[in-house]
Each structure stands twice: as structure tokens, then as C-alpha cells.
């Protein structure tokens, strides 16, 4: 785990919209970000019946709180790039900002949960207990 509080590595879920046009899809990004490079994948629903799932690489970069990317889908029904800039919130919980591609421009969302180390290490010191060492009140 990176000590920069703005760090975006982990998985995000959002959701984009297009302005002038009925488009809208909801996506699933595994991002990895060291000291700002950023890389990674999404994962989208295929809404124009084809594929199932399209795919995609991110590569880009993150300065305080701004974030650039572009989203290279693999192949299949799509094969374009598509420019995001977004902007991180205070806690690195949320990103939202603008995405384009030559004719066409939106709007996203993405947002994740951010669990700390310590919490994590408390979990996972939790010692479940099975039906034979229940205790039982009467």
C-alpha cells in the first residue's frame, strides 16, 4: 500500500454518460498507480449486443488531484481510444470528470472503498469459530 493518500490504485466502479446522445454504461476499472503512472484495465457490459463484455487498457497519469487517462479498447466491436480527465476527492474515494473521443464527449464517475492496513490486520486476526465451538446461553 502506497503512503501517498492520493494514490488510485485498487478496483473502482462507475459509470459513464454521454451528452447529446442516448448512451450510458457502467464499468469496472483494476487501476494500478505508481507515483502517478497510471495502468490498468476496464471492464464494460456490451451495450450494442456483440461481445458480452468489452474491454480496454488505461495508461496515464496522476498529479495531485488530477487525473488523465486514455482507455484503448482491445478489439472486438471497438478498437478507439477515449481521453478522460477527472478530478480525485480529498479522500481518493471518488473521481469524476469529462471523457472524448473525436465526435463524441461525457460525462464519468468512478468510485471505490478504501480500507486501511490496521483495519485489514484486525480482520484478518479474527478467529472464526465452528458450530462444535459454539457456546450456547440457556
Do not use: C
Not at 35 to 61: C, K, L, M
Not at 70 to 91: C, D, F, P
Amino acid at each position: 500500500m502506497s503512503d501517498d493518500p492520493r494514490n488510485i490504485g485498487g478496483i473502482w466502479y462507475g459509470r459513464y454518460d454521454a451528452l447529446g446522445y442516448s448512451e450510458a454504461n457502467s464499468f469496472v476499472a483494476r487501476l494500478g498507480d505508481d507515483n502517478g503512472a497510471i495502468s490498468g484495465t476496464i471492464t464494460e457490459p456490451d451495450t450494442r449486443g456483440g461481445h458480452g463484455v468489452r474491454r480496454a487498457f488505461v495508461s496515464g497519469d496522476r498529479s495531485g488531484t488530477e487525473l488523465r487517462f486514455v482507455k484503448q479498447y482491445n478489439g472486438g466491436a471497438l478498437a478507439h481510444a477515449v481521453r478522460y480527465t477527472g478530478e480525485i476527492n480529498a479522500e481518493a474515494t471518488e473521481i469524476s470528470g469529462l471523457w472524448v473521443i473525436v465526435r463524441h464527449h461525457g460525462i464519468f464517475t468512478m468510485r471505490r472503498e478504501k480500507f486501511s492496513e490496521l483495519g485489514l490486520e484486525r480482520e484478518e486476526e479474527v478467529e472464526l469459530v465452528g458450530p462444535q465451538d459454539a457456546l450456547f446461553i440457556r
